[in-house]
Structures are given as C-alpha cells and as structure tokens.
C-alpha cells in the first residue's frame, strides 16, 4: 500500500524555476534508488535524474547544471529543484522509487506525474 505524491508543479516563464516534490507513504521497510522521469507530449518517458540510497547522483546531459536532485529521508521525501528552465523542459514529469516493501523484497513505484509547463 504504498503511494507516490507529486507536487510542485505547474506554469512558469523561460528562465525560472520550479521545485518538484514526491512524498512516499504507506507501509514500507526502506526507500532505495529514486528518480525523476519525464514524458514530453509525442515523447517517450526518459530519466532525467536519479540519486541512490548512498547519495550519488546522475543528470542528464540536458539538464546538468539546471536540475537538482535531493532527498529527505526523515519525510520519505525526493525533490527535483529546477532552475533557468527552458521551454524544451516542458513535460509531464513523475517520480519513481524502488521502495523496500518488506524485509526481503523491493519493486519500484511511479508517481502520478506533474505537469511542468516552461513558456518563451
């Protein structure tokens, strides 16, 4: 019974910036990786960060630089904090965690996506 909550999204001009949030709640043992995808209109769903239990991270070339992934373990909490964005950044965009659910076994989790709208 786990859930993925996206927040954060939404309207913003060339230039600024948005901060993404996904809260995982229900019963779980542990949170493992976590990422953000995003799914541009005609567009399949591509990985644009991630960020292991161990903190590293990984961004895709289009974003690095622009694009910040965190976490906050005590919330169950990922963000995406995404600045100077440009209207190719324009996506439905969705978490996603592979989640502990019992002591032994883990299976992945999507959110239910957030529209970030980036206009000229």
């Known amino acids: 019974q786990v859930q993925l909550v996206e927040s954060g999204g939404g309207l913003v001009q060339a230039g600024g910036s948005l901060r993404l949030s996904c809260t995982a709640s229900?019963?779980?043992?542990?949170?493992?990786?976590m990422g953000w995808y995003r799914q541009a209109p005609g567009l399949q769903r591509e990985l644009i960060a991630s960020?292991?239990?161990?903190?590293?991270?990984y961004y895709h070339d289009s974003v690095k630089g622009r694009f910040t992934i965190s976490k906050d373990n005590a919330k169950n909490t990922v963000y995406l904090q995404m600045n100077s964005l440009k209207p190719e950044d324009t996506a439905v965009y969705y978490c996603?965690?592979?989640?502990?659910?019992?002591?032994?076994?883990?299976?992945?989790?999507w959110g239910q996506g957030t529209q970030v709208t980036v206009s000229s």
């Open positions: 996603n965690a592979d989640i502990d659910v019992t002591y032994y076994s883990s299976r992945y989790y």
């Open positions: 229900g019963d779980m043992y542990g949170i493992n990786d």
């Open positions: 960020i292991t239990s161990r903190d590293s991270t």
